[in-house]
């Protein structure tokens, strides 16, 4: 309903989290008439706003407040957040809206994918990559391969993370280190990248994998790691792993928001098997 400046919506919180995404597997991309409200359906849930397409070259919001309204952002050109999101002389948090702002137009990847040089500062990246999430495509890794050498080191794990899901990922991988674009060491996949790609991909790509990765990194540790994983117990204690975490890892490393940023941060490791974790250790 309608009512000047004001939209209401009942229960705001609970339809933003259900409107993450809406939109069905394959299908095209929602275009509504031009100056026409899309419906709240067609919304999308990102970071507290409601994002939706007013124009094929516009977007716009609608900011989720907690007394059950939604307030309206002017619809503005994509192209002119585009220019706020690469401005690095603005305000961080009006190139972080900016970036919010454009993440699900697909004409502004190019964009996004700029945002992730090593010169721009973390709250940048991390932004941009969330927002690059929402553009999966086929050929998403070639595009991070392409930037490869200028991406900031800290970013490189979650992208190549995000590249190794698809099979067109993993091919561009293999043909970047066939080109020398990139080297194994650059790479630095951990064990269960390597695994992805040596025992839960197809024949071929298996094949081409070996001569670049074994299976067996740790051979100097394996017999130590096949001795303490017969140590472990059959499942974990959270509150117990927590307090080791404090008392021997947290004045080095991160986990989540505890801990020191000083070593690796351990926050996205939770993929990585009991044994590649034990043998990092």
């Given at each position: 309903m309608v009512v000047g400046a004001w939209w209401f919506v009942p229960r705001p919180w609970n339809f933003c989290r259900s409107t993450t995404n809406n939109q069905e597997p394959g299908a095209d991309p929602f275009r509504p008439k031009s100056g026409e409200f899309p419906p709240l359906e067609k919304a999308h849930c990102y970071r507290g706003e409601l994002v939706f397409v007013d124009h094929a070259n516009r977007r716009g919001?609608?900011?989720?407040?907690?007394?059950?309204?939604?307030?309206?952002?002017?619809?503005?050109?994509?192209?002119?957040?585009?220019?706020s999101a690469r401005d690095s002389a603005r305000d961080l948090p009006e190139r972080l809206a900016a970036?919010?702002?454009?993440?699900?137009v697909p004409e502004a990847k190019e964009v996004l994918l700029e945002q992730l040089d090593a010169t721009q500062v973390p709250e940048v990246q991390e932004a941009t990559l969330r927002g690059l999430r929402l553009h999966d495509s086929d050929n998403f890794a070639q595009e991070v391969i392409l930037r490869w050498r200028g991406l900031s080191p800290s970013f490189r794990p979650q992208l190549i993370q995000w590249s190794l899901?698809?099979?067109?990922?993993?091919?561009?991988?293999?043909?970047?280190?066939?080109?020398?674009?990139?080297?194994?060491?650059?790479?630095?996949?951990?064990?269960?990248?390597?695994?992805?790609?040596?025992?839960?991909?197809?024949?071929?790509?298996?094949?081409?994998?070996?001569?670049?990765?074994?299976?067996?990194?740790?051979?100097n540790r394996k017999a130590l790691v096949e001795e303490w994983l017969?140590?472990?117990?059959?499942?974990?204690?959270?509150?117990?792993?927590k307090k080791l975490f404090e008392t021997h890892c947290?004045?080095?490393?991160?986990?989540?928001?505890?801990?020191?940023?000083?070593?690796?941060?351990?926050?996205?490791?939770?993929?990585?098997?009991?044994?590649?974790?034990?043998?990092?250790?």
């Amino acid at each position: 309903m309608v009512v000047g400046a004001w939209w209401f919506v009942p229960r705001p919180w609970n339809f933003c989290r259900s409107t993450t995404n809406n939109q069905e597997p394959g299908a095209d991309p929602f275009r509504p008439k031009s100056g026409e409200f899309p419906p709240l359906e067609k919304a999308h849930c990102y970071r507290g706003e409601l994002v939706f397409v007013d124009h094929a070259n516009r977007r716009g919001s609608l900011r989720v407040a907690g007394d059950g309204k939604f307030y309206r952002n002017d619809p503005q050109s994509w192209r002119s957040a585009a220019s706020s999101a690469r401005d690095s002389a603005r305000d961080l948090p009006e190139r972080l809206a900016a970036i919010a702002l454009i993440a699900e137009v697909p004409e502004a990847k190019e964009v996004l994918l700029e945002q992730l040089d090593a010169t721009q500062v973390p709250e940048v990246q991390e932004a941009t990559l969330r927002g690059l999430r929402l553009h999966d495509s086929d050929n998403f890794a070639q595009e991070v391969i392409l930037r490869w050498r200028g991406l900031s080191p800290s970013f490189r794990p979650q992208l190549i993370q995000w590249s190794l899901r698809r099979t067109s990922g993993r091919v561009a991988v293999l043909d970047a280190l066939d080109a020398k674009q990139i080297t194994v060491q650059e790479l630095n996949l951990d064990l269960e990248q390597r695994r992805t790609l040596l025992r839960w991909s197809s024949g071929a790509i298996a094949k081409r994998a070996k001569s670049y990765f074994g299976d067996e990194e740790y051979s100097n540790r394996k017999a130590l790691v096949e001795e303490w994983l017969g140590k472990l117990p059959a499942s974990g204690d959270i509150t117990i792993g927590k307090k080791l975490f404090e008392t021997h890892c947290a004045l080095c490393h991160q986990a989540g928001s505890l801990g020191k940023n000083v070593g690796p941060n351990l926050t996205g490791v939770s993929h990585r098997s009991v044994e590649d974790l034990l043998s990092h250790i």
